[in-house]
């Protein structure tokens, strides 16, 4: 790698679909996988005649998410035709939006190690209809599926503010959050309802002088590692053909690079940017959108608190580490499950405790959400006031929320039905343990003597206590009455 | 009898099926009848649905029979011109590119007649997407002018002007862009109404132009293209330039026909009408005579923006054309060229190929009207341009109810006269074009023949949703004259 002082530039260009009922222009079912040209009308397949009319849906979905991403929201809008030709356009133009976004002049504040953050800068969002997929078979011939025709996308452009491939896959993980927590995308990198386009150069110091290498664009990415890494493979990259070549950035010279996920390498697929005219002018089939107050009012009461600013609450108020403020925050349902059981009076950091080391492991084998458990977060607040009560200890407290999934019954009924509940009874415990001290004498005398390996002579006095009590007894207790009677 | 029965119009003969007195299978064997016999000489369908037609007559017959209630149009036959999507036959729009398709959907109009029970017969040609004035663009067949056969229909919905004029229907839909109902109507000496837009739904119509396309009747007399008038209007949720009924309600266009307006004031615009040649001003000049002597007032009023409607019309029509046409690719349906060697070239030897001279002269047009670098100086500047003529007939209609100006500078020319010449060909657009641009309502009645015995027509205009006082304007006159009964040489003998 060449040695050059420099700093790394990224702005995205980001497609996110919505996750609308049906199409953005017209009636058809949105299902992703379903059979090639079955989700189709003679408005999606750009029939002669036919005409788009507004899913007014599509349209305050992606209002709500410029107003997640801060932005001036456009009272006035409309509709443009972009034209272009390709096989899996069916009208060969696409209805969007041109010089009137809906959203524009935004930030989206991304998470950064050691709980900082950053903001980074929405340059605009607009509306637009998605096209189909040409799929290439092995004949002289390709073959079109239009079922993705039609699907509402949203375009999200950011200003070039990113630095650093982990800030780049920190706003994409962010934005994908955002999303999910409105609910209007299902936001699968993996399904193509996300897709990101790094524009990547670097800036260059020679000598104090600053220099721009060309930008290059970065296609194929299906994953957050390979946002990340596709981005880092470009620093590399750059350096090396800028020490080569010594080329800048100028008219024309930005070229599209695709990401070969097998061999992590970025490859051209584009030399230089085609000086395209789309010819767009405003579609007359559609009217303009007009947002009025009450509209807007209304879109507004649908949005939630978002979760970066969640998950600083369960920092600053809830007392959480960052790391399990990020796990809790990393869906809504979660996230609100969390908040409501501390709200009902549950330690945070038990509950937080028996969610993540429970709660998520079973929604997780079962793949479905925490809500969707079978227990409220009433009842887990209730759990966690048990443990911190003494009542049940924590490992005890684990099987309970299982237990509680499965038979559906609250946290108290089922400590007492499979006998959970510690024993706190101090005199009750005393006796025991001296019975456990007098059926081991020699464990005894080790530990008086003040041998080293005393420490694990106490446990193993703690285990024998705990089997003879079916592990009911409050082991703090059990611990007081060891160091009493052993000093 | 069958004289009789051929030459009635729409609403008589809906009122004679309705009671019993005509059969609908009468009315479709006596309109099949002429199609035999004038058909080869006119030219007017593109496709006919004989046993269809007769089904749906004899389907109508037996609910009349059996006392059931029947549509607003029960067992009349009618005709619809072929850029108007259906699920019988093909949808050509009279294009090579379009000849072999069949639409999954019918349009919304044609929808609507279905609902009212009319029986359709066929649909009819038109200029390659309702592209020209002539009908000389259909890349299918040439139509004729049934009062001279040596000349054109007019265009672009010369087939179903000619039809209705030839007796080969009793009511018909056109389509109008820039005066493509009006002025084949004028040059064929029938009735033609271009609804505001907005007012009727453009669901299933092709488009050519979408902010100026709107369908609308071409019948014998007024209360006819009332009466289509009251059975396709109104809003269509798969239309969003529709207009919500509350904004604009549907009224009954037939209902008050008979009432004329009182205290009528005319706008003419003399300057325009100087134009137009000797006998048809004359007409023009005589048919507003006739209103004067009813009690109508005149009012010469100036529209100064009124000169650059051809030229904004050619730029802001193309342009959206150019964009409309974009789909007829050969890649999802119609024409596809054979061994092409990319898909590139699917794209450019299929339209090559299938597209008339004139559809790509207007495709060319609009590309280049909207390419970067052109776009403020022409398209942005027609719209401009076209506000301000649609504030010049708002000023108007501020002290008037209506404006009569010629359809048309000329009457029917004669076939191949002015195909060489396009720019000649668009002139011949001059009164109706501006019509289109401001979306108001206008129609086109017969007032009178040239000295060839060549039918002249009356345009009457009004504002916008206002075409209830319109057809009551236009009635007014056609109650006093006999214009409008007479029936071309080529089918006196009927």
Known sequence: MSEFKHKLVVGLEIHVHLCTKSKIFCGCELEYGATANTRVCPVCLGMPGSLPVMNKRAYEFAVMVGLALNCEIARFTKWDRKNYYYPDLPKNYQISQYDMPLAEHGYIEIPLEGGKSKKIRITRAHLEEDAGKNVHSTGNYSQVDLNRAGTPLLEIVTEPDLNSPAEVKALAVELQRIVRYLGVSEADMQKGHMRFEPNVNLVIDIGGKEVKTPIVEIKNLNSFRAVERSVEYEIHRQLDEFGETGKTMGMGNKSTRGWDDVNHVTVLQREKEEAHDYRYFPDPDLSPVELSDEWLGDIKSRLCELPLQMQMRFVNEYGLSEYDAGVLTGDRTTAEFFDNAVKAGGDSKRLCNLITQAGLKMANEKGCSLAELGFSAEDTAELAKMVEAGDVNTTAANTILEKMTELGEGPRSIAEKFNLIQKNDAGELEGIVDEILAANPDVVEQIRSGDKKSGKARSFLMGQVMQKTKGQANPKIVSEILAKKLG | ?494
């Open chain 2, 1 to 494: 009898m069958e004289d009789g029965l051929i030459n009635l119009g729409l609403v008589e003969l809906r009122d004679k099926i309705a009671s019993g007195e005509v059969k609908s299978i009468e009315a479709v064997e006596a309109v099949f009848g002429a199609i035999d016999k004038y058909e080869p000489t006119v030219g007017a369908y593109i496709s006919t649905f004989k046993e269809q037609a007769i089904g749906k007559a004899k389907e109508v017959d037996q609910k009349i029979a059996s006392g059931q209630k029947i549509g607003a149009l029960g067992g009349v036959p009618v005709a619809i011109k072929d850029n108007m999507c259906t699920t019988f036959g093909a949808t050509t729009c009279a294009s090579k590119i379009l000849e072999k398709f069949h639409a999954p959907y019918n349009s919304t109009a044609v929808q609507k007649l279905l609902d009212a029970d009319a029986v359709i017969i066929g649909k009819t040609n038109l200029d390659e997407f309702a592209m020209g004035s002539s009908t000389e663009n259909s890349g299918l067949k040439q139509t004729v002018n049934p009062w001279d056969v040596q000349r054109v229909p007019g265009g672009s919905s010369g087939g179903s002007a000619a039809a209705i004029a030839a007796r080969l229907c009793y009511g018909a839909l056109g389509s109008d862009t820039g005066g493509s109902i009006r002025q084949p109507c004028s040059f064929c000496g029938v009735v033609g109404l271009k609804p505001t837009y907005g007012r009727v739904s453009r669901y299933g119509l092709v488009a050519y132009g979408s902010s100026l396309d709107q369908i609308g009747p071409i019948t014998k007399n007024v209360a006819d293209a009332a009466l289509l008038m009251n059975v396709i209007s109104g809003h269509d949720a798969a239309d969003s330039t529709s207009v919500s009924e509350d904004k604009a309600p549907v009224v009954d266009y037939l209902g008050e026909i008979d009432e004329g307006v009182e205290g009528l004031k005319i706008a003419v615009a003399p300057q325009l009408n100087a134009g137009a040649d000797e006998s048809v001003r004359k007409s023009v000049e005589e048919a507003i005579e006739t209103y004067k002597k009813n009690g109508a007032k005149v009012i010469e009023v100036e529209m100064p923006h009124l000169d650059y409607a051809i030229a904004v019309y050619y730029v802001i029509a193309t342009a959206e054309a150019s964009s409309n046409l974009a789909r007829y690719d050969g890649v999802h349906y119609g024409h596809r060229t054979v061994e092409p060697k990319d898909y590139v070239e699917v794209y450019s030897k299929s339209r090559e190929e299938a597209f008339g001279q004139e559809v790509k002269r207007r495709i060319m047009l609009g590309t280049y009207a909207l390419s970067s670098g052109y776009y403020d100086a022409y398209y942005l500047k027609a719209l401009k341009v076209r506000n301000l003529i649609r504030q010049d007939f708002a000023k108007v209609f501020e002290k008037c109810d209506c404006i009569m100006m010629p359809v048309s500078p000329t009457t029917a020319f004669k076939i191949g006269e002015k195909t060489a010449d396009p720019l000649q060909m668009y002139l011949a657009d001059i009164y109706t074009i501006a019509v289109n641009l401001a979306g108001i309502p206008g129609v086109s009645i017969p007032c009178g023949f040239d000295n060839d015995k060549l039918p002249i027509g009356l345009q009457i205009l009004a504002p916008a949703f206002e075409e209830q006082k319109l057809v009551r304007i236009a009635r007014m006159y056609e109650s006093q004259t006999d214009h409008h009964k007479q029936v071309p040489p080529l089918t006196t003998n009927l």
